[in-house]
C-alpha cells in the first residue's frame, strides 16, 4: 500500500513569508508526527496528533509554527514569517495507534525548505 | 528526559567485514530503543526496535543489536557489511510512559569501501 507521503518535495522562500507542508499519512493510521531535521543533525520532536487533535506539541520552536490536522487524517505544518533558521527536513511519520505493537512510526521521504 | 549518543559521527569498512555502530542512551524510564536508517533521498526506515523482551534484536538485512543495562548500550552490529549498507543510521529512544516522541542520536554515516 501507499506509504506517508509528503508535498512539496522541495520548497524556496523568503525570509518573512508563511510557508504551508503537508502531509498524507498512511490510511487508517491515527497517529501523525511531525519532525524537523537540520543539516547534520538528527530528526527532532516539534508535535504529534492523535486523531484531530495534537497530543503534545512540546517540540514546536515558537509561535511562528502551527500545525493542524482537522479531520483527522491530512495535516499541514505552518510556519509563519519564516526565517532562515527555519531551513530543514521536514519529515512526517504516522503510525497505526499510541500503544504497541500498533505504535511503530513510518516516515515520509520529508519536504526540505530553504528561506532565502 | 531521554537522549542518545552515538559515540562516531562516521564509520567506514571494508565490504564483507563486520559493522559496529555504537550508542549509548539515558532515560529516566525504562526504553524503548530503536536503530533507523537514513539512505539518500529516502524515508527513514525502521531496522530494529527493543521493547523490553530479549535482549538481543534481530532487524532486517541481518543487523542486530544488543541492550546492555549497565553499561546504557545499543549498539548496531552486522557481521558482513554490504555495499547497499552504505547510509546514514540513526540510534533513537521512546519514553515509555505513554508518549510517543522519538528522541533521534545525531546519526552515524556508514561508507562501505569495495
Known amino acids: 500500500g501507499a506509504g506517508v507521503s509528503q508535498t512539496p518535495s522541495n520548497k524556496v522562500t523568503e525570509k518573512g513569508k508563511y510557508v504551508e507542508l503537508r502531509c498524507d499519512p498512511i490510511?487508517?493510521?491515527?497517529?501523525l508526527y511531525w519532525y524537523r531535521q537540520s543539516l547534520g543533525q538528527g530528526p527532532e520532536f516539534l508535535i504529534y496528533?492523535?486523531?484531530?487533535?495534537?497530543?503534545?506539541d512540546s517540540g514546536l520552536p515558537n509561535d511562528r509554527f502551527f500545525a493542524v490536522r482537522p479531520e483527522g487524517s491530512v495535516s499541514t505544518l505552518k510556519i509563519q514569517r519564516t526565517e532562515r533558521g527555519d531551513s530543514a527536513v521536514y519529515l512526517c511519520?504516522?503510525?497505526?495507534?499510541?500503544?504497541?505493537?500498533?505504535?511503530?512510526?513510518?516516515f515520509g521521504p520529508g519536504t526540505r525548505l530553504t528561506v532565502l | 528526559a531521554q537522549s542518545v549518543t552515538q559515540l562516531d559521527s562516521h564509520v567506514s569498512v571494508s565490504e564483507g567485514t563486520p559493522v559496529l555502530l555504537r550508542c549509548n542512551y539515558s532515560?529516566?524510564?525504562?526504553?524503548?530503543l530503536f536503530w533507523y536508517v537514513q539512505h539518500p533521498n529516502k524515508g527513514l526506515q525502521l531496522l530494529l526496535k527493543?521493547?523490553?523482551?530479549?535482549?538481543l534484536v534481530k532487524g532486517i538485512n541481518g543487523f542486530e543489536a544488543e541492550f546492555k543495562k549497565s553499561e546504557t548500550s545499543f549498539h548496531l552490529t552486522k557481521p558482513s557489511a554490504h555495499m547497499s549498507d552504505a547510509a546514514e543510521y540513526f540510534c533513537?529512544?521512546?519514553?515509555?510512559?505513554?508518549?510517543?516522541?522519538?528522541?533521534f542520536g545525531t546519526g552515524t554515516r556508514l561508507t562501505v569501501i569495495p
Open positions: 511519520a504516522s503510525s497505526r495507534g499510541l500503544a504497541a505493537p500498533y505504535n511503530e512510526q513510518f
Open positions: 490510511s487508517g493510521h491515527t497517529a
Open positions: 496528533f492523535q486523531g484531530t487533535g495534537a497530543a503534545d
Open positions: 532515560s529516566s524510564y525504562s526504553p524503548s
Open positions: 527493543y521493547t523490553s523482551a530479549a535482549t
Open positions: 533513537v529512544v521512546s519514553d515509555r510512559t505513554g508518549a510517543n516522541n522519538l528522541f
